[in-house]
Nanobody, 124 residues
Framework: QVQLVESGGGLVQAGGSLRLSCATS????????MGWFRQAPGKEREFVAT????????YYADSVKGRFTISKDNAKNTMYLQMNSLKPEDTAVYYC?????????????????WGQGTQVTVSS
């Protein structure tokens, strides 16, 4: 099993920044890719960004490209999402996810392990 714990959410004004963290533990040797997803009230869970376990390969949703940066600190077994120039439409619960064999990294069903989520609220 793999355990994921998110932190760093909160309330911020439009244009501001937040950094989310996702600490991993357990059988992390089985993980090939990690990602961030988000879900707003009444909407489906949507892809935000993904990073390979090595940290060398990243991919972003068009809606966050140029504003968000995903990264990994392998020494700390922690993934991050630096969010800049936040907009009210970024408001959602943000989830980190980890997958053993991910071929379609934007698809939530590709990931076997999920954190509990952290709320991000951007006020206008």
């Amino acid at each position: 099993q793999v355990q994921l714990v998110e932190s760093g959410g909160g309330l911020v004004q439009a244009g501001g920044s937040l950094r989310l963290s996702c600490a991993t533990s357990g059988r992390t040797f089985s993980i090939s890719r990690m990602g961030w997803f988000r879900q707003a009230p009444g909407k489906e869970r949507e892809f935000v960004a993904t990073v390979s376990w090595s940290g060398l390969s990243t991919y972003y949703a068009d809606s966050v490209k140029g504003r968000f940066t995903i990264s990994k600190d392998n020494a700390k077994n922690t993934m991050y999402l630096q969010m800049n120039s936040l907009k009210p439409e970024d408001t959602a619960v943000y989830y980190c996810a980890a997958g053993r064999s991910v071929t379609l990294p934007a698809r939530p069903s590709e990931y076997q392990y999920w954190g509990q989520g952290t709320q991000v609220t951007v006020s206008s």
